[in-house]
């Protein structure tokens, strides 16, 4: 008798995957008309791309839920899971996924790990200039820069970003979803500035603007900046 | 003990080559002893603008690999005995210089001279970091416009992450050397002024070199500047940057366009 031999070895790995978060609104007819438009001016906008639906803000019955799924798939639309449902009202068609959840009971479940979860929402200061190609990365929390940040230099913060400098870079303000985040800076010739995914290049800020003391803040989709003279 | 100065700027033609070998010279004349480190494997160029190019033997590759001795390498100035060129290959790649063995070359060099001077090449690959890495303090060179100044401050980024001195966590001292300065062009906006170059870059002010026609012709001729013609605008400046680099203390002026032949030129159309 032959002996059998596994042909394949099975490997598995934990990883973490950027995708698009979809937050839909109600009515949601009202909401799949805006989608229509969107899809009518760019095709292409969900094509290829693994799109995760976010409903923790709306109360849905499990028919309207389901409908939803429907109509998305329909415009082509892969769901790649939902966040913020009823898991009863998922019905195993979607995978229900839970951010950070996991993680956090992981941690309390190992007593060796200090619950450092508090302490981690820090601000991030940095007491020197930020050169043409350094990135600073700070998901959680502000960071402050005593001085200016370069041409090619870029800083991403999950909260509000402070420079106590000439801003030339690039700046991403409430990268973790966070549209409260501001923008603060000692005069204004940055290449990019954004908060919460909402962005503006040079060539949008006005002049009035360029070389000025600012602050930043999100206005509904838009990015107000005043100066701070 | 030697002092490790490395010549850096990310950008290549900014006169990197040129400045290591005015200021290599001017130091010698004083009396010091220099060995001037060409890091441009593949591209060298040093050789060249100190003279020396018919006399290299044996190169730092040569050295690193162990085919020859350091002494065998040194190739000492006709004009200045206590100046002295290692050569880069210009056969080999970058690859064929090593950490070890660039660390090697250094500390053995340290005890019998008292300046090393590393000529870096262009770029932040292999050849820059590695003549960087080893550097007690670094010689930034920019030029007055927006790219040579953003490389710049990208090496000084560099610079104060990948050294041996940023590793230990000690301070790298940096100073900028700003050259081709054209304070006509300068005083017309299309140059960037001494203060811009410096409000973006924070570090201290070594000297500044004029755009000169000098330069151009001692690099042909095989002489560093501050050889050939020593009473030249360009050679007073390298010579007061390396006065200013053994620490005396010599009033730094911004060249101004006020007396200049075309000033004074179009001055007198004016009036």
């Given at each position: 008798m032959p002996t059998s031999r596994p042909t394949t070895s099975f490997k598995f790995r934990g990883g973490s995957f950027h995708a698009l978060v979809v937050k839909p609104e109600t009515p949601i007819n009202a909401w799949l008309a805006d989608v229509d438009t969107l899809l009518s001016r760019?095709?292409?906008?969900?094509?290829?791309k693994s799109v995760v639906i976010d409903v923790s803000d709306l109360s849905l019955t499990k028919e309207t839920f389901l409908g939803l799924l429907d109509e998305l798939s329909k415009r082509?639309?892969?769901?790649l899971g939902v966040e913020g449902a009823n898991p009863s009202c998922v019905d195993g068609r979607v995978p229900f996924l839970a951010r950070g959840q996991t993680d956090k009971s992981e941690m309390s479940a190992?007593?060796?790990?200090?619950?450092?979860a508090s302490a981690s929402v820090s601000s991030l200061l940095i007491d020197a200039p930020v050169r043409s190609g350094q990135l600073i990365v700070h998901p959680e929390g502000d960071v402050t820069i005593v001085g200016s940040v370069a041409s090619g230099a870029e800083i991403i913060a999950g909260g509000s970003i402070h420079v106590y400098g000439t801003l030339r870079g690039r700046v991403l303000a409430g990268a973790d979803g966070n549209d409260r985040a501001r923008i603060f800076c000692r005069r204004l010739e940055a290449e990019l500035m954004a908060i919460d995914g909402h962005y503006i290049v040079a060539d949008q800020i006005e002049p009035h603007l360029r070389k000025a003391p600012i602050q930043a803040w999100l206005e509904g989709d838009a990015l107000e900046i005043i100066t701070m003279d | 003990m030697a002092h490790v100065l490395v010549v850096t700027?990310?950008?290549?033609?900014?006169g990197k080559t040129t400045s290591a070998a005015a200021l290599g010279a001017a130091l010698a004349r004083g009396g010091e002893r220099v060995v001037v480190i060409d890091f441009?494997?593949?591209?060298?160029n040093l050789d060249l603008v100190m003279g020396a190019e018919r006399r290299v033997v044996y190169d730092l590759i040569h050295v690193i690999q162990g085919t020859a001795k350091l002494s065998q390498a040194l190739i000492r100035d006709k004009r200045i005995d206590t100046l002295f060129l290692l050569a880069a290959s210009?056969?080999?790649?970058?690859?064929?210089?090593?950490d070890d063995g660039v660390e090697r070359v250094i500390r053995e060099l340290r005890p019998s001279f008292d300046w090393v001077i590393c000529d870096s090449p262009a770029g932040i690959e292999r050849g820059a970091s590695l003549a960087m890495r080893h550097a007690d303090f670094a010689l930034v060179v920019a030029n007055p416009e927006v790219s040579s100044v953003r490389d710049s401050d990208r090496i000084i980024g560099l610079l104060d992450s990948t050294t041996e001195k940023a590793k230990n966590g000690e301070p790298m001292e940096k100073y900028l050397l700003l050259t081709r300065y054209d304070p006509v062009r300068a005083g017309r906006g299309e140059m960037l002024c001494v203060d811009d170059v410096l409000d973006i870059l924070c570090i201290p002010l070594l000297g500044i070199i004029p755009e000169s026609k000098e330069v151009l012709n001692a690099s042909n001729t095989g002489t560093p500047v501050t050889l050939s013609n020593p009473t030249s605008a360009p050679a007073r400046a390298y010579n007061d940057a390396a006065r200013r680099l053994k620490g005396e203390l010599v009033p730094l002026v911004v060249p101004s366009d006020k007396n200049t032949l075309l000033n004074k030129l179009f001055g007198r159309r004016a009036a």
């Open positions: 760019s095709p292409g906008f969900f094509a290829g082509e639309i892969r769901i190992a007593p060796a790990m200090p619950s450092s | 700027s990310g950008k290549g033609g900014v441009d494997v593949g591209l060298r210009q056969t080999r790649d970058k690859d064929s210089l090593t």
